[in-house]
């Protein structure tokens, strides 16, 4: 499994981003995914998580009504649009694939990383 995060930038407070995850390899709809994002000097945390069909969805609780994860199984591409941004948004976001069935925020049940984006978010 590869995959390759992008649609990170520099954006201006009260904005929006919207981030893919573009997948290959093993069948996308096959598993299901999450992001996680890691700001300077910070632990990677969980952002969002969305199951193999996008039917169920989970978010970190400081996040849920800005942020909205989403999937395109026929373009094997995951998505995050990301709104109303705070200069706290500034981070490298990573997507990543679940090893379980379940959606999860542990980091350690994702097995597969994309090599992340940066998004920041100024004042």
């Known amino acids: 499994v590869q995959l390759q995060a992008s649609g990170g930038g520099l954006v201006q407070a009260g904005g929006s981003l919207r981030l893919s995850c573009a997948a290959s390899g093993r069948t996308f709809s096959s598993y299901a995914m999450g992001w996680f994002r890691q700001a300077p000097g910070k632990q990677r945390e969980f952002v969002a998580a969305?199951?193999?069909?996008?039917?169920?969805?989970n978010y970190a609780d400081s996040l849920k009504g800005r942020f909205t994860i989403s999937r395109d199984n026929a373009r094997n591409t995951g998505y995050l649009q990301m709104n109303s941004l705070k200069p706290e948004d500034t981070a490298v976001y990573f997507c990543?694939?679940?090893?379980?069935?379940?959606?999860?925020?542990?980091?350690?049940?994702?097995?597969?990383w994309g090599q992340g984006t940066q998004v920041t978010v100024s004042s």
């Open positions: 969305i199951s193999r069909s996008g039917s169920t969805t």
């Open positions: 990543a694939k679940s090893s379980i069935g379940q959606l999860t925020p542990r980091a350690e049940l994702y097995d597969f």
